[in-house]
């Protein structure tokens, strides 16, 4: 091919740079409160690229309970400044990378989570929008054998699930019970736990419909929450990882000496609490069990709702059913 017809560098950047609007479609909130207070808007500032961020545009953002929890102002004291373009998740395409970017370059198909700490200062302008601006520190690239749809759900969830079992502690021929199995992290726990870490026995809850799911993800065994208390059975587990706010119950289902990863409500010693940290380097770090199918994506049947049907998609996420992930896409 003769060189006349390659752009030079500066042109093809150029040319991707001057594709890049100055404004976009968002989702964006100017007040707390439900899901009404959600409004579409058309013309939202594309945010600026800072010298260690990369600009994402973004082709599918997953819901997380963050999102709706900090709508809702659980979070106003740690929050970024109102009006909020909500949205934690994201997969996409790297459309400009900022001066001291050194491990992307545009066309790069990344995922990830956009705030480092969840409820410290999270960003004003999220990932339910055609564009969001992330550091490259947060970031990974996406895995080839899935799609954005898939990987624009594992994040957030992913590295919480890892976080927590790394701060328990877990580790090769450990028992745990994941109380909340279904759900985009509890999911993901019995994968890591059974898949990864190599765990001698996992035990999981979730209500009737979803046994047979619990199993599938690797759960050794499914306890029923709707007819039995798992707290009331014999059996004790090295770790007890809660994602559905029962510290108090979990603590009774734990061995001496052992953990109880706690995500939401009351901790009960020997149970903690964490906030999940975003970190590229874990998600590129799992990638490879993804790649091999040790851990496998769970998108709610429901999902992709359609960018116009965020409103939708946040009612089914808050009623606590979602099995897997809810995740926007087309944007
Ligand atoms: N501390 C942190 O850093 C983080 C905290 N979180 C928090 O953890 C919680 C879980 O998050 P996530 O997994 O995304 O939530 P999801 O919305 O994905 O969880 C939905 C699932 O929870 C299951 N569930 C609900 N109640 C129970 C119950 N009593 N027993 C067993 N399963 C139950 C449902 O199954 P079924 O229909 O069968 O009941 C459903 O499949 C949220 O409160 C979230 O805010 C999440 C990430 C990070
Ligand atoms: C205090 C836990 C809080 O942090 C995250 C990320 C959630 O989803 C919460 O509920």
């Known amino acids: 091919v ?3 017809s390659q752009p030079s560098e500066a042109a093809s950047t150029a040319t991707v740079e001057a594709s890049v609007p100055a404004t976009m479609k968002a989702w964006v909130y100017g007040d707390y409160g439900d899901v ?33 929890k900090r709508r809702q102002g659980k979070f106003k004291a740690t929050d970024s ?33 956009i705030n480092e700490k969840a409820l410290e200062n999270p960003k004003q302008s999220g990932s339910l929008a055609e564009y969001t601006a992330v550091e490259e520190k947060l970031l990974a690239l996406k895995p080839k054998n899935i799609d954005f749809v898939q990987a624009a759900g594992f994040p ?56 047979e799911l619990l ?9 029923d929450y709707t007819k039995e208390n798992f707290e009331e059975l014999p059996e004790k587990f090295d770790v007890v990882y809660d994602t559905v706010g029962q510290g108090e119950k979990a603590a009774k289902a734990v061995k001496e000496g052992g953990s109880v990863v706690c995500l939401t409500g009351a901790v009960v010693p020997p149970g903690f609490r964490f906030v999940v940290t975003s970190n590229g380097e874990a998600l590129a770090k799992l990638n490879p069990y993804i790649e091999d199918g040790k851990v496998k994506p769970l998108v709610d049947p429901k999902s992709p709702f359609p960018f116009s049907q965020v409103v939708e998609a946040f009612t089914y996420l808050e009623t606590g059913r979602a099995t897997g992930k809810v995740v926007i896409h087309p944007i």
């Open 81 to 113: 400044p109102l009006p909020t373009v909500p949205g934690y998740d994201v997969a996409g395409i790297v459309v400009k990378v900022g001066s001291q970017v050194k491990s992307f370059k545009e066309g790069d198909e990344v995922y990830g989570d």
């Open 2 to 4: 003769s060189a006349a």
């Open 36 to 68: 009404d207070v959600l409004r579409f808007d058309e013309s939202v500032p594309v945010p600026e690229v800072a010298e260690d961020q990369v600009l994402v545009k973004v082709v599918a953002a997953a819901l997380n309970p963050v999102d709706f």
């Open 156 to 211: 957030l969830a992913l590295e919480t699930a890892y976080e927590g079992l790394e701060k328990a502690g877990f580790s090769s021929g450990k028992s745990v019970l994941v109380l909340g199995g279904a759900g985009g992290v509890g999911s993901l726990v019995i994968q890591l736990a059974k898949n990864v870490y190599g765990s001698s026995r996992v035990a999981a809850t979730s209500s009737t419909g979803k046994l």
């Open 215 to 223: 199993k599938s993800l690797g759960a050794d065994l499914a306890i």
